[in-house]
T-cell receptor, first 115, second 111 residues
Framework: GAGVSQSPSNKVTEKGKDVELRCDPI?????LYWYRQSLGQGLEFLIY????????KSGLPSDRFSAERTGGSVSTLTIQRTQQEDSAVYLC?????????????FGPGTRLTVL | GQQVMQIPQYQHVQEGEDFTTYCNSS?????IQWYKQRPGGHPVFLIQ?????EVKKQKRLTFQFGEAKKNSSLHITATQTTDVGTYFC???????????FGKGTKLSVKP
């Protein structure tokens, strides 16, 4: 595709429910990142995938958060037993190789609201 | 751990005035990137600086990377309403670390 796509664009859920957020990176980009952005705040790093290497999960805030990347392309971020403090915009980005030496292309984000 | 501080948090200017945002890292950076996020939008890459003392210009925007590679600035000359948004710096320390984003400077421009 032309850019990074994410779905759904908006998700409203009840506290305690599980949610899955999807990211389709730009074709050919081997690096994929998930960030969380709370209202009016900066970008909080969650997890990073690079090719077939083990993901860097150092930014995941709790064990309720997990992510997978299948076939080196599509990624799914799963939040189990959602809490109200999980409400935020979840942004996915991809880049051509490397962690920090290439620009990151961001998707439009998924706005998650936990009631 | 590595931290990237960005100031000011907010800046309100009259159209035509200049604007500057500053970024400081607690450690030496391999490179620094700048992104712009329009209201309701997602971050969009503006530029990357790699060399010590590097200065790059994009029309009315001037980006600088400090000699010690620990600080950077973005200066906008004669702001326009289209410059409205949040400007983020993001520093990369290298050695398989992560790109660390500053908290951003939110710019509003009064016509």
């Amino acid at each position: 595709g032309a850019g990074v796509s994410q779905s759904p664009s908006n998700k409203v859920t009840e506290k305690g429910k599980d949610v899955e957020l999807r990211c389709d990176p730009i074709s050919g980009h081997t690096a994929l990142y998930w960030y969380r952005q709370s209202l009016g705040q900066g970008l909080e790093f969650l997890i990073y995938f690079q090719g077939n290497s083990a993901p860097d999960k150092s930014g995941l805030p709790s064990d309720r958060f997990s992510a997978e990347r299948t076939g080196g392309s599509v990624s799914t971020l799963t939040i189990q037993r959602t809490q109200q403090e999980d409400s935020a915009v979840y942004l996915c980005a991809s880049s051509f190789r490397d962690r920090g030496s290439h620009e990151q292309f961001f998707g439009p984000g998924t706005r998650l609201t936990v009631l | 751990g590595q931290q990237v501080m960005q100031i000011p948090q907010y800046q309100h200017v009259q159209e035509g005035e200049d604007f500057t945002t500053y970024c400081n890292s607690s450690t030496t950076l391999s490179n620094i990137q700048w992104y712009k996020q329009r209201p309701g939008g997602h971050p969009v890459f503006l530029i990357q600086l790699v060399k010590s003392g590097e200065v790059k210009k994009q029309k009315r925007l001037t980006f600088q990377f400090g000699e010690a590679k620990k600080n950077s600035s973005l200066h906008i000359t004669a702001t326009q309403t289209t410059d409205v948004g949040t400007y983020f710096c993001a520093g990369y320390g290298g050695s398989q670390g992560n790109l660390i984003f500053g908290k951003g400077t939110k710019l509003s421009v009064k016509p």
